[in-house]
């Protein structure tokens, strides 16, 4: 599989977060969408597949924040499932969502410990249960890996890829080894039947940690973010504490992670407005009116109707300006990772989760038109 040099891919992401935060583009009602659910092999041999994941999860997401067809930004959904142990595959850890912290979220609470990895049948459940979109032209992928053969299980991995492209889903699939045993696991031909791609990583590969000028001015920023943020509804505490725990949960798996989390806090595809007050009033549909007193932040229980819209219209003002900052940030330092991993070059050309992720997600995003 071609690689697109690391470069000329970090810096186009990077100036894509100014771009975008600064545009907002107003969507139409049928915007493009973008569906990837990422399956995971959690056997006692996968941990640092699934620590690849966490480590990346937010740099895939800034790559897809910054494509755009016809000059509209994608609505994108992620969902997650577990793979390793037949009660894994029952259902996905999360649908398909646009709720990115609740992807997080189950992402890092993924424990492994499993011993038996069927990947016909998760293709076929993450085929079956998801709400996939049936537009054509929507970008619609699944993403598997592991080390096991494809061939385990009970439900054949070729009528389970039949059945995804049958529906547009391309399934890429990714094997935790050497190329060799891949190709006799019969990783490769898992993705030719599904129009998708093949590639090998080194799940075992940590990515050395690079520390940039704008990190500490990043995490300054964020913190000022989350400020913006005015929790409403009976679960408004836990949906806060759900954020807070993410930020940490980033910084602990890399601090590069926890800057792609910020970056991608400050874009279109990070929104909350099922708890917080800013976005929901982006949608023409919410009536502030409507919200219990009870369940709104103390400090504006007792403001009128019109003080609590200043008030709300005043915090998304804040927000916007700072998450200006933060894109003009993320692309200068987008800029300098790139140069610096570079530098770094693995002369083995061996690649991560997130790498092979990335590179697939950028040629496939392309044949559907987005750039």
């Not at 990714?174 to 093949?198: E, F, T, V």
């Not at 505490?237 to 910084?251: C, G, I, K, P, S």
């Not at 229980?301 to 003080?307: C, F, I």
């Amino acid at each position: 599989m071609r690689l697109i040099p690391t470069l000329l891919l970090i810096s186009s992401l990077g100036g894509a977060f100014a771009a975008e935060t600064a545009a907002r583009i107003a969507a139409p009602a049928e915007r493009p969408l973008i569906q990837i659910a990422i399956l995971l092999d959690d056997s006692g041999s996968m941990n640092g597949l699934i620590n690849q994941a966490r480590a990346h999860l937010w740099d895939v997401v800034n790559q897809l924040v910054a494509t755009s067809r016809d000059g509209v930004r994608p609505q994108l959904q992620v969902a997650l499932y577990h793979y390793g142990d037949t009660p894994a595959l029952a259902q996905p850890l999360h649908p398909l969502s646009d709720d990115l912290d609740a992807v997080s979220q189950q992402l890092f609470a993924i424990n492994g410990g499993g011993g038996t990895e069927c990947c016909g049948l998760v293709i076929h459940n993450a085929v079956t249960q998801l709400a996939w979109s049936d537009r054509r032209e929507d970008l619609k992928l699944i993403f598997i890996a592991g080390n096991e053969p494809f061939t385990q299980g009970a439900v054949d991995y070729r009528s389970a890829c039949s059945e995804a492209i049958q529906k547009g889903i391309q399934v890429n699939t990714i094997h935790c080894g050497p190329a060799q045993a891949g190709l006799a696991g019969k990783w490769d031909d898992g993705a030719r039947l599904a129009d998708g791609s093949y590639a090998c990583i080194d799940q075992d590969k940590v990515t050395p940690q690079i520390t940039a000028p704008q990190d500490a001015q990043l995490t300054e920023l964020n913190t000022r973010l989350n400020a913006t943020y005015l929790a409403y509804g009976h679960q408004r505490v836990e949906m806060q504490v759900r954020q807070f725990d993410q930020d940490a949960n980033a910084l602990a798996s890399a601090p590069a992670a926890a800057s792609a989390r910020i970056a991608s806090k400050a874009g279109a595809a990070y929104r909350n407005g099922s708890w917080d007050l800013v976005d929901a009033m982006e949608d023409k549909k919410f009536e502030l009116s409507a919200v219990d007193k009870e369940e709104l932040p103390t400090e504006l229980r007792g403001l009128d109707a019109g003080q609590l819209q200043e008030a709300v219209a005043k915090k998304g003002a804040e927000r916007k300006a700072i998450q200006a900052e933060i894109a003009k940030l993320a692309a200068e330092r987008a800029v300098f990772i790139a140069a610096e991993e570079q530098k770094l070059a693995d002369a083995s050309g061996t690649q991560t989760l997130g790498q092979a992720m990335r590179t697939t997600i950028a040629e496939q995003a392309g044949k559907k038109g987005f750039k």
